[in-house]
């Protein structure tokens, strides 16, 4: 009986403390949501003064999101190292904008050494996660060479595969590599002049409706 007394009295301030714990994590969590919507708000604003507080604050209590911003506000502001840091707090989480912004980093060599086999497989990772940036990120890569991409490489599948998904969202230098390819037989493809006269249609397309917003802008 005394046994199951004392198991009784510790199982009761056991869950008290796990309660108080409970308690105490739920209002962090609460003000760290709170600062990071205050600190969006001066940050789209425009008043980084604010905003940067804030986020910080918000990004060390562990609020991926802010992890992300603070660290484009750093790498604005050329604090590349600091920014560095904050990507790769957001890419550890998975967060795909942390993963494509520590690759950019990577790649450019800024606030960390350049890496630029690392910045490609953290661009692949967040690509196929459907990251567009990236996507486009790494058709450009295969396009001019970059990221320790190979000349059997650049014109390999892998480039294929990249140049059609950013042509697919509208990427002109994929959309006008493709035409080409489609039409003289490059990057391993078959000729296929109806694919290649469809991607011409979408370049005219896209560069028609460029042209109306020039022009518009232009008779303001």
């Known amino acids: 009986m005394m046994a199951m007394g004392l198991l009784g009295k510790f199982g009761r301030a056991a869950i008290a403390v796990l309660s108080v714990m409970s308690i105490n994590v739920g209002l962090a969590n609460a003000g760290m949501e709170e600062d990071f919507t205050a600190a969006m708000v001066s940050y789209e604003r425009g008043d980084f003064a604010t905003a940067m507080p804030l986020m910080r604050k918000a990004a060390d209590a562990g609020k991926v999101e802010a ?30 904008d942390g993963i494509y912004g520590l690759a950019t980093m990577l790649a450019a060599g800024e606030g960390v050494k350049k890496d630029p086999k690392e910045a490609r497989l953290l661009l692949t990772k ?19 060479g970059e990221l320790d991409v190979t000349a059997e490489q650049k014109k390999g599948p892998e480039a294929v595969k990249w140049l059609s998904l950013s042509a697919q969202d509208g990427f002109m230098p994929a959309l006008q590599t493709l035409e080409k390819a489609y039409r003289e037989g490059d990057y391993g493809l078959a000729v296929d002049l109806v694919k290649a006269e469809q991607l011409k249609q979408t370049i ?11 022009r518009r802008g232009e008779t303001k």
């Open 204 to 214: 005219i397309k896209l560069t028609g409706a460029g042209a109306k917003k020039r």
């Open 67 to 96: 992890q992300v911003v603070m660290a484009s506000m750093l790498d604005a502001a050329e604090f590349d190292e600091e920014a560095v840091t904050y990507y790769r707090k957001a890419a550890a989480a998975g967060h795909l």
């Open 126 to 144: 967040a690509a196929d996660a459907g990251h567009k940036a990236a996507i486009r990120g790494l058709a450009q890569a295969y396009l001019r």
